[in-house]
């Protein structure tokens, strides 16, 4: 533990700054592909018939080996071969690969008495959908979104294969030069698992703050 | 000539067709034959073993009930360890003790035994978990009504395992099998960052410090990683198969047409719904 702090304080401001990146690369897509998947997965649960492409399509998008993305991005976007653009669109495409199913299986998880109900009561369907089946739909939307978060900051690891500057430049540092042992890897272990935890944990408080009715149903 | 010109990103996405259609690409001791054999013995030697150790370690906890909450804490830990870091902690750590350095002619050449060992370690703790807790989930979401009806019929444990709960769950089993194949497939392109081993992913890290290059450089790279995908895709339609053959049509509840039956009778009576068949 102390070799790896002594590790960290010596390069601090480079491992910092290779924080910030991942930091900022598991986070945006995560946010990015939940906007993009709220409305392809309203869609797959509104109209049957769409379900089972997209849901196919999405499937599909998931076999994509990241490294392969990786490399067919730059042909695609132009950007060089060590941009980090290059992961975030990646990550973006894997996490609406994974929550189109889930927001539509969200979605569709509302029951239909619960929606006739606020039928009922005068909502509009607009309002009905923002106000009733969204905020039903969040603890499967949320399950998901875990799910998707904590992959996706083990993947920003493999960019770092091709040189991609981040925490995983840690793995490759320790591997080439060996004059620090394995400090440099396990440090970078640490970082990356303490990051995940982190997003986690902050997906879940978001959920509690989302879903007050589950701990007043819990409490009574 | 100028394909490569574009001083800004990577043109010459246009050149992988006509690199994927030479031939002399696909001979040749590096060529795309060798190494697509090579990704395929890393993928089965890590998934037989994953499913070696987690389909029984699956079925007793699944039958048992027991260890469940070790087995979630697991698989969640695993997703968020970073493969490539494990690899690398592995090589520093356990490939210096390693003294055999013979080949072994099916699996690595002369020198390759103490980088792949670490290899085939890290993909099979990424196999095991989908295996494992769709193993466990399948057993334990039967019916216990069904589970009942055949202790009652005189089956032991054992018997139950084996005649009942193994069929029942045999879907969810293979699903988690399909995509453990998947992430050791995408995973196993990261050995060939290791001297002495080789499969898709020797084109592409050999092709990263010449990426310019038209034969061995972004084309090859794109078009190894083209390959990936398609053995990926491949070998999850292959298993797809193999599942519509082993499943039992009872489970499956994929009936020839014209034969008359109630869905949701059969559900009743195998205790997997349609959703998870």
Redesign the interface.
């Known amino acids: 533990m102390n070799a790896l702090w002594q590790y960290f304080r010596d390069d601090q401001s480079e491992i910092l700054g290779w924080l910030r990146t991942t930091l900022w690369l598991a986070a945006a897509p995560v946010v990015v592909g939940l906007l993009i998947s709220l409305p392809i997965g309203w869609a797959a649960s509104r109209f049957r018939w769409s379900y089972p492409p997209l849901v196919t399509i999405a499937g599909?998008l998931y076999?994509?080996?990241?490294?392969?993305l990786f490399?067919?991005l730059?042909?695609?976007?132009?950007?060089?071969?060590l941009d980090p653009v290059n992961v975030a669109v990646a990550l973006t495409i894997y996490c609406v690969a994974l929550l189109v199913r889930v927001v539509a299986d969200g979605l569709s998880s509302v029951s239909d008495a619960t929606l006739a109900a606020a039928s009922a009561m005068g909502y509009t369907n607009r309002q009905r959908l923002f106000a009733v089946q969204l905020p039903l739909a969040v603890p499967v939307i949320g399950a998901g979104l875990r799910?998707a978060a904590?992959?996706n900051?083990?993947l920003?690891?493999?960019a770092?294969?091709?040189?991609v500057a981040q925490l995983?430049s840690?793995?490759?540092t320790?591997?080439n030069a060996?004059k620090h042992?394995?400090t440099p890897?396990?440090l970078?272990?640490v970082l990356?698992?303490v990051v995940?935890?982190a997003f986690?944990g902050a997906i879940l408080l978001g959920l509690r703050v989302l879903t007050p009715w589950r701990r007043a149903v819990a409490a009574r | 000539m100028t394909a490569f010109a574009?001083g800004?990103?990577?043109?010459?996405?246009g050149l992988v067709p006509g690199w994927l259609t030479t031939a002399a690409h696909w001979w040749g001791p590096h060529g795309l034959l060798v190494s697509l054999r090579e990704h395929v013995v890393y993928t089965v030697v890590a998934v037989l073993v994953a499913a070696l150790i987690a389909l029984p370690a699956g079925l007793v906890i699944g039958h048992t009930g027991r260890g469940v909450v070790l087995v979630v804490g697991l698989a969640?830990a695993v997703?968020?360890?970073?493969?490539?870091?494990?690899l690398?902690?592995l090589?520093?750590?356990i490939t210096p003790k390693i003294k055999y350095t013979h080949a072994v002619s099916w699996l690595v050449s002369t020198g390759g035994v103490p980088y792949v060992v670490p290899v085939e370690i890290v993909l099979v703790i990424l196999a095991i978990p989908p295996i494992l807790t769709n193993t466990y989930a399948g057993v334990q979401n039967v019916d216990p009504a069904v589970r009942d009806a055949a202790t009652g019929m005189g089956m032991r444990g054992g018997q139950v395992l084996r005649g009942v709960e193994l069929p029942i769950a045999l879907p969810l089993i293979l699903s988690g099998v399909r995509s453990a194949v998947?992430q050791v497939?995408?995973?196993a392109?990261?050995a060939a960052?290791l001297p002495f081993l080789g499969g898709l992913?020797y084109l592409?890290?050999n092709g990263?410090p010449q990426?310019n290059d038209p034969n061995v450089g972004?084309p090859a790279?794109?078009g190894a990683?083209?390959v990936?995908?398609a053995l990926?895709?491949t070998a999850?339609l292959l298993l797809l198969g193999v599942q519509r053959v082993v499943v039992s049509r009872g489970v499956s509840q994929r009936f020839r047409t014209g034969v008359a039956y109630d869905p949701n009778e059969i559900t009743k009576r195998v205790g997997v719904s349609p959703a998870n068949a």
């Not at chain 1, 076999?63 to 392969?68: A, G, L």
């Not at chain 2, 997703?79 to 494990?86: I, K, M, Y």
Request: without cysteine.
């Open positions: 599909l076999t994509i080996p990241s490294i392969v490399l067919v730059p042909g695609i976007l132009g950007t060089g071969i799910v904590v992959s900051v083990s920003v690891a493999v770092s294969t091709l040189g995983g840690l793995f490759t320790g591997y060996t042992g394995s890897i396990l970078g272990l990356f698992i995940a935890l986690d | 574009d800004s990103g990577l043109p010459g996405i969640n997703r968020a360890v970073p493969a490539f870091g494990l690398l902690l090589v520093v750590t998947l497939i995408a995973t392109t990261i960052y992913g592409i890290f990263l990426i972004y790279m794109l990683g083209i990936v995908a990926a895709v999850d």
